[in-house]
């Protein structure tokens, strides 16, 4: 097990930069989540970390060594790729116990080694097939049997549940927490999923266009985003965002379009006039009937989940989405009132898209 | 309702294969059958499928009385030389173009492309000039070494698209494993080229196999002989003696084909792990 | 813009022999097959085209001399040239043509699985194992009404009024070569469509099926779009190499009856061995590689135009 610094790293192929100077520590043992959009850097930065790319500049250290000129195999760190990158020539129990076997491990341990990953995982009886003849959610855990059997420093996670259907990649969701609790390795991990993200992480990196926008614990991210791209990225549904400007008067309020206020729980440090967006959660968009204090609203959409039901209103020329845990809350074609509760709105510079307060 | 239909469609599709069978195999089917034809039935009989008497006379006499199996034995060193020279060569090359991009990759592509579009015969007499005084007009080794040139392009070509089929995650994989770059190659990325190669070395060892052209202007001697030029050979010495060099014709194929036979499975599965991409 | 990246981005740190190292890894690899093609092709190539430029004459001492174009303002005047050009385009043309048809067919019956399949596939390809030369003899002798069967099915079958050597017949001899090179050569279009055919992902085809597409409807939307990276660049590379191919016909007609068989790659041969004018060969040669420069070029620019509008 070990830390992982990394400082100021930069990325660029020619003349293209990727990554702008990421800076980044991730202690020892620690669930490190990286999301972000397609194209913004992760899988870079992670081939980076795991020595399949060079640096262009910056430091990168595995417990507290600098590894920047070290090969993929001097860093002793473990990978699981989207598309797992079986050898289709050997076995099961071959693909696990190759890296023991290049390290020349002996063959008492090498067998008990991946036994027990085998009982882990539950591959017991597939030890002797080649991938060709397993199921995607077989492959996915031989490909994590693979990286387990050595104990290495860390674990990188390149989105190795998004080949698997819904039902499997929930399971596994299950599984890789359970297994980095019995482990405790430092990990890192890539994902689209926003669940995958939330329930896995101790820590969020959410990273747009090469840089790191906020890093965090996932509620830390769910509930104090640090700028407009990390609100709107997560969280789904995604969070309302009307542009207004702020007035200092009465306490402090929002003025959006067509007139509309929306008072806040007190003044924002921010001066009067200035251009911001007002971001909310439809979860904790309020709807009532008309007639109570709120903004008149009509409903273009209902979608119900299930779960609960998304309402689509349209007020002051936007669209407001609102989540509802009941059900039959509106109908399409209703007149309601909306209303933000002070205490759940987000204030964002629109100018620089940084939080306000 | 679809069955007869069904039918019919089975009916066509193995009797065209047989039509293709059949066309593939019947002028090899008359190498033998003029091979086996005694003399003097040669002309008289010529048309017929099958002599009224066969003879295994003119066999006999390439393989005892002519200078055929020491031909044979010099094309079978020439050929598989070249084979396996030019797959090793190939194998390493086209993984450097499959895997790297480096500055003037464009180029090197460029200059094998041209390599593939004049005529050969265009070089015979510099590559005669160039050979002699170095000693090698003469011997198998400048055969070879002009055989492993000629198909080096093309073969360095067809690993490149093997190599291609294969993701570069898996090499990754390995190195992370703890490979290194050439441990990787070699335990991971070679034993899944394998067809592949052995596609190559069949294309090459025919290729060799059958080179007249600068076998016949490179080597004067009868000990540096390979088996096409001992064939051309027997128009002259026996004032064309047909039944003879179809046997000895015949003779040579039967290497060919079983080496043929043995990776033509490979051929299709070894093209199909890259194909010929575009 | 490049040096400001490099600044900002900082210098590779990495020990110099490392550096050089890694650098040239592609380098030592690609290295043995670019020595070899480059002394034993390209350095010969270079002096095959100074030739075409030069009065060179094996056997005659008092030839070598520069003498600029006139090799080409020879050629310009050549009839046999001219016709062997036109040849040259008939027999690549209904060569390639050909070959690739019947390859096509041939891998699309193969496709399919059946009892035998293998062995058939194997039998298919065996024409290939036979050296050109030896096939060109062989086609030869069938094509004589004396000791091969083929003028008596014709005359059987009613195309000819006797059963003649076609091989002699001005208008016809060029087929003998064409059918003979069509018989060696369907292999090559065959293993390389078939191995294509074969990565098709076979859902697409299930899908297509649901979609209620006819076979033919399958064939023209999933096969051959699939085929057609394929096809172009095995289409590109056999006309070439067809367009050099002489040994058939040498073997066969060599040249005649009256040129009328003779192609360029077969004149080009005539002038170096039988005439031994080189020189004159070579000219002809840097002729015809300049107009499959051309073609090739203009294939390549064709596809990635057709590419692009996809
Ligand atoms: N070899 C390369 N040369 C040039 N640009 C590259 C290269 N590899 C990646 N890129 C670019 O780098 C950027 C980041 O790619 P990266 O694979 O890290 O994205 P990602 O965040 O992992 O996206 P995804 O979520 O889709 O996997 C992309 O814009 C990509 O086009
Ligand atoms: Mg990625």
Known sequence: MASIDITDVRKAYGSTKILHGVDLTIKDGEFVVLVGPSGCGKSTLLRMIAGLEDISSGEIRIGGRIVNDLDPKDRDIAMVFQSYALYPHMTVADNMSYSLRLRKTAKEKIASAISGAAAKLSLTPLMERRPKALSGGQRQRVAMGRAIVRSPKAFLFDEPLSNLDARLREHMRGEIKKLHQDLGATSIYVTHDQIEAMTLADRIVAMNAGLVQQVGSPLDLYDRPANLFVAGFMGSPAMNMFEGTYRAANGGTVELAQGVVVPLAGPAPTADGTKLTLGIRPEHVLVGKTGLEGIQALIDLVEPTGFGTILHASAFGADVKAFSLERGVAVRGDTVSVSFPVERIHLFDTATGSRIG | ?278 | MTEAVSAQYGRDRRPFLRRLAIASEPYLYSAPALILIVTVMLVPLAIGISYAFRDMTLLDPFSGGFIGLDHFRAIAKDKTFWLALKNTVYWTGYSVALQFAFGLILALLLDKPFYGRGLAQALCFLPWAVPSFLSGLNWAWMFNPVVGPIPHWLYGIGLMSAPDNILSDPDLAMWGPIIANVWWGIPFFAITLLAALQSIPRDLYEAAAIDGATPFQRFRSITLPFLAPTIAITVMLRTIWIANFADLIVVMTNGGPADKTQIVASYIFTQAFRRLDFGYASAIAMVLLLLLMVYSLLIVFLRQTLLKER
């Open chain 2, 1 to 278: 309702m679809i069955r007869p239909k069904r039918l019919g469609m089975t009916i066509a599709h193995r009797a065209a294969i047989l039509v293709y069978v059949a066309f593939a195999l019947f002028p090899l089917y008359w190498l033998v059958k003029v091979s086996v034809t005694p003399n003097d039935l040669l002309y008289s009989e010529g048309v017929k499928m099958w002599p009224s008497r066969a003879t295994l006379d003119h066999f006999a006499f390439v393989l005892e009385h002519s200078d055929f199996p020491l031909f044979f034995r010099n094309s079978m060193i020439v050929s598989v030389s070249t084979a396996f020279i030019v797959t090793i060569l190939s194998s390493i090359g086209g993984y450097a173009l499959s895997r790297f991009t480096f500055r003037g990759k464009f180029w090197i592509v460029g200059l094998m492309l041209l390599t593939q579009m004049f005529p050969l015969v265009m070089l015979i007499a510099p590559i005669f000039k160039m050979l002699s005084p170095l000693g090698l007009t003469n011997s198998l080794s400048g055969l070879i070494l002009v055989y492993v040139a000629f198909n080096v392009p093309f073969a360095t070509f067809l690993m490149q698209s093997f190599f291609d089929g294969i993701p570069k995650d898996l090499e990754e994989a390995a190195m992370i494993d703890g490979a290194t770059r050439f441990m990787a190659f070699r335990q991971i990325i070679l034993p899944l080229t394998l067809p592949g190669m052995a596609a190559t070395l069949g294309f090459v060892f025919t290729a060799a196999w059958s080179e007249l052209l600068f076998a016949l202007m490179l080597i004067s001697g009868v000990d540096a002989s390979t088996f096409p030029v001992g064939l051309l050979s027997f128009v002259s010495k026996f004032s064309v003696d047909f039944g003879q060099m179809m046997a000895a014709g015949v003779l040579a194929l039967i290497p060919a084909c079983i080496f043929f036979l043995l990776i033509q499975r490979y051929l299709v599965q070894g093209l199909t792990a890259g194909a010929v991409k575009g």
